[in-house]
């Protein structure tokens, strides 16, 4: 078993929308900050959104503002991200990961517990 689980993923058509969920076992969630970030081909890993543990407190990277929507709902020990209007350049494969602090930024350095991520391609 490991910490963290991503799923949703898939492929869709550019405008389309998915929803990921990030899944906690282990621990609990509602007093564990999280991070999504997404991996691109040949690109280096980046972060996307962030959300801290009392789900108040919401950072977005300039290229998601507007379409990414993150979310958590303690009583299923999951963290969503819900991506809408997406683009080709949103392909990558989107992981989440623990934060080591409440209130996180988006440095890798910050995160631990990463999961196995989920595909995400956006094409026609």
């Known amino acids: 078993q490991v910490p963290l689980v991503e799923s949703g993923g898939g492929l869709v058509q550019p405008g389309g929308s998915l929803r990921l969920s990030c899944a906690a076992s282990?621990?609990?969630?509602?007093?564990?900050?999280i991070g999504w970030f997404r991996q691109a081909p040949g690109k280096e890993r980046e972060g996307v959104s962030t959300?801290?543990?009392?789900?108040?407190?919401?950072y977005y990277a300039d290229s998601v503002k507007g379409r990414f929507t993150i979310s958590r709902d303690n009583t299923k020990n999951t963290v969503y991200l819900q991506l809408n209007s997406l683009k080709p350049e949103d392909t990558a494969v989107y992981y989440c990961?623990?934060?080591?602090?409440?209130?996180?930024?988006?440095?890798?350095?910050?995160?631990?517990?990463w999961g196995q991520g989920t595909q995400v391609t956006v094409s026609s």
């Open positions: 990961a623990k934060a080591r602090s409440a209130v996180p930024t988006m440095s890798l350095s910050e995160y631990e517990d």
């Open positions: 282990g621990f609990t969630l509602d007093r564990t900050a």
């Open positions: 959300i801290n543990i009392g789900g108040t407190i919401k």
